[in-house]
């Protein structure tokens, strides 16, 4: 199977493979890898992560209404 690298994809191979310090193929392969994943997966299930992570913070027991954010703030 072959696959034409236009000027564009091969600079933004390029830019992927020196900020990931990986040849252009890996950069490529990355890439790709990246983009399936991302559209794969349902929006709920790639935020689940960072909603167990919010979780799992303590309460800190503090009412966040108007008045803590104004006091937060410096406003009366």
Not at 4 to 22: G, K, M, P, Q, W
Not at 24 to 51: C, D, N, T, W, Y
Request: hydrophobic share 40%.
């Amino acid at each position: 199977m072959s696959l034409t690298i236009d000027d564009e994809i091969d600079r933004l191979a390029e830019r992927l493979a020196s900020v990931a310090r990986v040849d252009k193929e890996e950069a490529v392969r990355m890439a790709l890898a990246h983009e399936l994943q991302r559209r794969e997966g349902s929006l709920a299930e790639r935020i689940k992560p960072i909603q167990d992570a919010f979780a799992a913070w303590p309460k800190t027991g503090l009412k966040t209404d108007k008045a803590f954010y104004d006091a937060l703030s410096g406003e009366p």
